[in-house]
């Protein structure tokens, strides 16, 4: 199985603020990496597909990069919308997996 | 509008059976893979497994082969996941997700989530 590493685990942030999550896999997955956004007691929500390709509908604060096998998860300006749990997950090979997550909390 | 609903919460006790559903709507059912993922509580996201209702086509995460069932009746439009014994550790709750393309890709629609508790 290829792991996934996110990392912060967890960050304190104030509106406005610029917040980078970053992702590291096990092995190359190419650009199959996707990014969530989970609020608590609410379904997961696809922010990113193909490490940057933005899905309908999410702002354009939300963008994504990569590097090698480090991905990036930017959000230009933190809104008081974005405090929730991000996750990465790797579409490269099944058994398809997550990270960890990275929770956004507000400073 | 692309929907995916599911079943209600369920308690259980250890040992039984337990199947929950997902029903799909506003799209072609039949041609979209449906996965199924376990969130236990204050836990991460994982990946248990699919089904192409189209040909019912299914695949599962190791993990999770021979522990759960994962089955489809296209003609209503629904995807089950099912448990023939449940145990403790089964307390979750379960989201059922619609993939962008194919099997091995993001999920651009989920349902609500069916909180499951397996407690004597």
């Known amino acids: 199985d290829i792991q996934m590493t996110q990392s912060p685990p967890s960050l304190s942030a104030s509106v406005g603020d610029r917040v980078t999550i970053t992702c590291r896999a096990s092995?190359?997955?190419?650009?199959?990496l996707n990014w969530y956004q989970q609020k608590v007691g609410k379904a997961p929500k696809l922010l990113i597909f193909?490490?940057?390709s933005l899905q309908s509908g999410v702002p354009s604060r939300f963008s994504g990069s990569e590097s090698g096998t480090d991905f990036t998860l930017t959000i230009s300006s933190l809104q008081p919308e974005d405090f929730a749990t991000y996750y990465c997950?790797?579409?490269?090979?099944?058994?398809?997996?997550f990270g960890g997550g990275t929770r956004v909390e507000i400073k | 509008e692309v929907q995916l609903v599911q079943s209600g919460a369920e308690v259980k006790k250890p040992g039984e059976s337990l199947k929950i559903s997902c029903k799909g709507s506003?799209?072609?059912?039949?041609?979209?893979?449906i996965g199924w993922v376990r969130q236990m509580p204050g836990k991460g996201l994982e990946w248990m497994g699919s089904?192409?209702?189209?040909?019912?086509?299914?695949r599962y995460s190791p993990s999770f082969q021979g522990q759960v069932t994962i089955s489809a009746d296209k003609s209503i439009s629904t995807a089950y996941l099912h448990w023939s014994s449940l145990k403790a550790s089964d307390t979750a709750i379960y989201y059922c997700?619609?993939?962008?393309?194919?099997?091995?890709?993001?999920?651009?629609?989920w349902g609500q989530g069916t909180l499951v508790t397996v407690s004597s």
């Open positions: 089904i192409y209702p189209g040909d019912s086509d299914i």
């Open positions: 193909a490490a940057s």
């Open positions: 997700a619609r993939a962008l393309t194919t099997v091995i890709t993001g999920s651009d629609f």
């Open positions: 997950q790797q579409s490269y090979s099944l058994p398809l997996t």
């Open positions: 092995q190359s997955i190419s650009s199959y």
């Open positions: 506003g799209y072609s059912f039949t041609t979209y893979w």
